[in-house]
């Protein structure tokens, strides 16, 4: 599994944090960067170039809304994967947690 991990610090809200993520996972134009823009893209669609299987390592010194911006993002991820399992019997191995 691959893992990217990305330095957040500079990051002063969770909009910053949205562009951030999209350049990582190289979203195509036009992607959202609420949490749900990213499970679609990173869960159930096509949305972005990088390919599972991957873990996303969310580090640096983050300010308290983008940490709760990449927890709530991991935990929603979690409970796609769990949907997609029981939706369509199939995995998609995708994590973001943080460091």
Do not use: W
Request: proline share 5%.
């Amino acid at each position: 599994m691959k893992t990217v991990e990305i330095d957040a610090s500079a990051c002063r809200n969770p909009k910053e944090f949205g562009r951030l993520l999209q350049d990582v996972i190289q979203a195509i134009p036009g992607h959202g960067s609420s949490i749900e823009a990213f499970v679609d893209s990173m869960v159930f669609g096509t949305m972005s170039e990088l390919s599972p299987p991957y873990t996303i390592v969310v580090a640096g010194d983050l300010k308290p809304e983008v940490r709760a911006f990449v927890a709530d993002l991991s935990n929603a991820i979690g409970q796609a994967r769990l949907e997609r399992r029981t939706r369509r019997g199939d995995d998609v191995e995708v994590i973001v947690k943080l460091a």
